[in-house]
């Protein structure tokens, strides 16, 4: 099947530094990445969907500049979270679509980002 | 309020037995629905999707049905192994290019 690869796997950071974590489709290209996230036992929450070469499209309640994607090729779309903080600590998901219909999503591993 | 709901947060069985598994929803019509493994730590894996006018499909050990009058999935796994043992998460579009509204997931644990 298709991969999707997230970089990094973990990171720690410091309260109020920025994050990037990058997503990768490895052998396909996605016009669309998603970005999740999500809490210890529940379920996986959509942040946003990032369609290659235009804005973002937030879910409601999700601050888009405090969350910033950007989705500059069809494999590679990076979600950086400025100004982090502890609330922020979470593990995020991106998933990558390769058609646009009735196709399945490809998740990455996740990456799990705690703010200190 | 349009929902889709795993019924069991967890659900144990004795090696060997089918696990099933629940999904239902209110107010949604998908054209298709989709299973997901997740395991800790790790991202989701697709299992199997299933098409409105299909009323089962299987990939060896899996087993999902899909009735859109009942708007309930059952995801079935014979033979089940404790390597069996994640969360399983269903998942669908509403209008088939919307992003996917996922269920919160039922843990299985298989038991030796």
């Known amino acids: 099947g298709a991969v999707v690869s997230q970089h990094p796997s973990w990171v720690i950071c410091k309260s109020g530094t920025s994050v990037k974590i990058e997503c990768r489709s490895l052998?396909?290209?996605?016009?669309?990445m998603f970005w999740y996230r999500q809490f210890p036992k529940q379920s996986l929450m959509l942040m946003a969907t990032s369609n290659e070469g235009s804005k973002a499209t937030y879910e409601q309640g999700v601050e888009k500049d405090k969350f910033l994607i950007n989705h500059a090729s069809l494999t590679l779309s990076t979600l950086t979270v400025t100004s982090a903080h502890p609330e922020d600590s979470s593990f995020y998901i991106c998933?990558?679509?390769?058609?646009?219909?009735?196709?399945?999503?490809?998740f990455g591993p996740g990456t799990r980002l705690t703010v200190l | 309020s349009q929902k889709i709901e795993q019924n069991s947060e967890a659900l144990n069985i004795q090696e060997g037995k089918t696990a099933t598994l629940t999904c239902n929803y209110t107010n949604y019509s998908p054209a298709y629905l989709q299973w997901y493994r997740q395991d800790p730590g790790r991202g989701p894996v697709f299992l199997l999707l299933?098409?409105?006018?299909?009323k089962e499909k299987r990939k060896e050990r899996l087993k999902v049905t899909f009735d859109t009058t009942l708007k309930q999935s059952l995801f079935h796994i014979t033979a089940s192994q404790p390597a069996d043992s994640a969360t399983y998460l269903c998942?669908?579009?509403?209008?088939?290019?919307?992003?996917?509204?996922f269920g919160k997931g039922t843990r299985l644990s298989v038991i030796a």
């Open positions: 052998d396909f290209q996605a016009t669309t």
């Open positions: 299933i098409r409105e006018n299909e």
């Open positions: 998933s990558a679509r390769p058609g646009t219909v009735y196709n399945e999503q490809f």
């Open positions: 998942a669908l579009d509403p209008s088939g290019n919307t992003p996917l509204v």
